[in-house]
T-cell receptor, first 117, second 110 residues
C-alpha cells in the first residue's frame, strides 16, 4: 500500500512569504506528526494529531507556525512570514494511533525541503 | 546536556564488522525508537522497544530501563548499512513528544 506522502518535495521561497506543506498519511492511521530537521541538527518535534483530540502544539517554534488536519486525514503545515531560519526539511509521519501514538512504529514521509532566501 | 545522547557521533567500519551504537537518556520513558536515515533524507523506523531485546535480520536492539541505556547492534555489516542512526525516546507522562538524539553517522567501507 501507499506510504506517507508529502508535497511539495522541494520549496524555495522568499523571506516574508507564506508557505503551505502537505502531508498525506497512511490510510487508516489516526496519529500524525510533524517534525523539522534543520541543517546539521537533529530532528525536532513540531506538532502531533491524534484522532479528534486537540493537537499537541507544544513543539511549534513560534506563532508563525500552524497546522491543521482536515477530516482526520490530510494535514497542512503553514508557515507565515517565513524567515531564513525556517529553512529545513519538514518531515511528516503517521502511526496507527491505537497505542497512544508515540508507543507505536511511526512511518515517515520523504520530507519537504524548504529553502527561504 | 541533551536528554538523549548517542555515541559515537561518527563511526567508520569495514564490511563484515560487528557494530554497536549506544544511546543514553536522562528522562523516564515509555518507549524508545531506533530510526535509520539514508543520504537523501528518507527515515525508516527500525525498532520500537520498551524492554528487553528485539531482533530483525542483522539488526539487534536492546534496552536497559534501569540504566537508561539502549544499544543498536549490526552484525556482518555491509556498505548498504551506511546511514545515520537516530535514537528517540517517548517521555513518560502527559507529553506526546519524541526527544531525539543527534544521530550516529555510520560509514561501512567495502
Amino acid at each position: 500500500g501507499a506510504g506517507v506522502s508529502q508535497s511539495p518535495s522541494n520549496k524555495v521561497t522568499e523571506k516574508g512569504k507564506d508557505v503551505e506543506l502537505r502531508c498525506d498519511p497512511i490510510s487508516g492511521h489516526t496519529a500524525l506528526y510533524w517534525y523539522r530537521q534543520s541543517l546539521g541538527q537533529g530532528l525536532e518535534f513540531l506538532i502531533y494529531f491524534q484522532g479528534n483530540s486537540a493537537p499537541d502544539k507544544s513543539g511549534l517554534p513560534s506563532d508563525r507556525f500552524s497546522a491543521e488536519r482536515t477530516g482526520g486525514s490530510v494535514s497542512t503545515l503553514t508557515i507565515q512570514r517565513t524567515q531564513q531560519e525556517d529553512s529545513a526539511v519538514y518531515l511528516c509521519a503517521s502511526s496507527l494511533g491505537v497505542m497512544g501514538g508515540y508507543q507505536e512504529t511511526q512511518y515517515f514521509g520523504p520530507g519537504t525541503r524548504l529553502l527561504v532566501l | 546536556k541533551n536528554e538523549v545522547e548517542q555515541s559515537p557521533q561518527n563511526l567508520t567500519a569495514q564490511e563484515g564488522e560487528f557494530i554497536t551504537i549506544n544511546c543514553s537518556y536522562s528522562v523516564g520513558i515509555s518507549a524508545l525508537h531506533w530510526l535509520q536515515q539514508h543520504p537523501g533524507g528518507g527515515i525508516v523506523s527500525l525498532f520500537m522497544l520498551s524492554s528487553g531485546k528485539k531482533k530483525h535480520g542483522r539488526l539487534i536492539a536492546t534496552i536497559n530501563i534501569q540504566e537508561k541505556h539502549s544499544s543498536l547492534h549490526i552484525t556482518a555489516s555491509h556498505p548498504r548499512d551506511s546511514a545515520v542512526y537516530i535514537c528517540a525516546v517517548c517521555q513518560d507522562g502527559a507529553t506526546n513528544k519524541l526527544i531525539f538524539g543527534t544521530g550516529t553517522l555510520l560509514a561501512v567501507q567495502p
